[in-house]
Each structure stands twice: as structure tokens, then as C-alpha cells.
């Protein structure tokens, strides 16, 4: 099944935007991208997702690249309760793989 | 928001013994997944389920897993015999139809002993 690739880690100040990317080089016509994020000891939360154009919702933004491979999430102001860790998988037919995610640590 | 509910939040089983980890997802979606997460690991898809059959299932879900939709409102995964190392927290969640958004529940922590 297709996978993500993330950075490991990544480091914020507060108030900063933040740019999570993700790779997903074999991803299908039919996949959705989504992005969850897992804050300590709770479980995985919804953060935004998209099919092949630009979104945004009240958390975030979601830049997707033209030919899909690749997208990137996007904080615009970065604060403490946002360090998690965040997870781009690809949806679709049942099966939904979690990557490594990328550990976000925001700085004050 | 409506929210998926797993019961209990935390089990303690002896190995060899066997568990059930309920979950009652939101009540008009159709897919339901369970996943695991080991102490200090990335979150494992177990299995998914839709129209009361499995419809992917990972290495992880062997003969000794089980799931279950007994009652239309209720989602049961099922461990026959358990082992040390199925002490993990799993998540159930369930989605809608289209962009399959997950809801996820607050997880069971599972210790077995």
C-alpha cells in the first residue's frame, strides 16, 4: 500500500508558521491525503485533509503539490498546544497506514 | 461533535487469557478500523471492517484476532489467547462515506501480564 515519508522532527518558535511536509510519491488517483495529529497520551485527532487542491479549515492548511506526490501542512501561527506528533497518511479502500509521523516541538 | 467511545480505558489480562475491547462508534458511519499503539511506537493499522466483513487486515492481525459488529452499535475486537506483547493501547475508529475522515476513540491501554 502506498506510503509517507516525513521529516523525524521538527522545531517551532511560538507564534511562528510552521511547514510539515510529506512525501507520498506512490499515492493513487483515488487516494485522499490526510493529516491527524497525536498529542501525549491521547489519540490520533483529525486535522485537515484533501483530494488534489489547496485547503483550509480553522486549524490549518493543506498545500498539495500538482502531481500529488507530495504535500505540506501548514500551522500559521505555531503555538504550545500545537506540539504533537503529526501524521500524513493516504486513505482510501479500507486500509490506512500511519508513517513515522514528524515530532513537532514548539518553542516559547 | 460526536465522538467514538471505547470501554474499558485501561485492561490488565494474564497471558494466555482472553480480552475484548469494546468500542461504539458514531452511529451513521459505515467503516470501522482498529489500530495499536506500543509504548513509545508509531500508531499500527490492525484491521478494517465495512458491510459486517473485514475489508483489509494487516500481518499484525492474525488467527488469534477477531472483530465483531454484533449488534449494530457496538465494534468488538477480540484477542483468543493473549501475549506479552499485545500489551499496547488500541484505538478504534470509525469513518463516513467519501473522504473517510477518522473519528478516533480514547483508546484502551492493554497490559498483559
Known amino acids: 500500500d502506498a506510503k509517507t515519508t516525513q521529516p523525524n522532527s521538527m522545531e517551532s518558535n511560538e507564534e511562528e508558521p510552521v511547514h510539515l511536509p510529506c512525501n507520498h510519491s506512490t499515492i493513487s488517483g483515488t487516494d485522499y491525503i490526510h493529516w491527524y495529529r497525536q498529542l501525549p497520551s491521547q489519540g490520533p485527532e483529525y486535522v485537515i485533509h484533501g483530494l488534489t487542491s489547496n485547503v483550509n479549515n480553522r486549524m490549518a492548511s493543506l498545500a498539495i503539490a500538482e502531481d500529488r506526490k507530495s504535500s505540506t501542512l501548514i500551522l500559521h501561527r505555531a503555538t504550545l498546544r500545537d506540539a504533537a506528533v503529526y501524521y500524513c497518511i493516504l486513505l482510501n479502500a479500507g486500509k490506512s497506514t500511519f508513517g513515522d509521523g514528524t515530532t513537532l516541538t514548539v518553542k516559547p | ?113
Open chain 2, 1 to 113: 461533535e460526536p465522538e467514538v467511545t471505547q470501554t474499558p480505558s485501561h485492561q490488565v489480562t494474564q497471558m494466555g487469557q482472553e480480552v475484548i475491547l469494546r468500542c461504539v462508534p458514531i452511529s451513521n458511519h459505515l467503516y470501522f478500523y482498529w489500530y495499536r499503539q506500543i509504548l513509545g511506537q508509531k500508531v499500527e493499522f490492525l484491521v478494517s471492517f465495512y458491510n459486517n466483513e473485514i475489508s483489509e487486515k494487516s500481518e499484525i492481525f492474525d488467527d488469534q484476532f477477531s472483530v465483531e459488529r454484533p449488534d449494530g452499535s457496538n465494534f468488538t475486537l477480540k484477542i483468543r489467547s493473549t501475549k506479552l506483547e499485545d500489551s499496547a493501547m488500541y484505538f478504534c475508529a470509525s469513518s463516513g462515506a467519501g473522504s473517510r475522515k477518522l473519528f478516533f476513540g480514547s483508546g484502551t491501554q492493554l497490559s498483559v501480564l
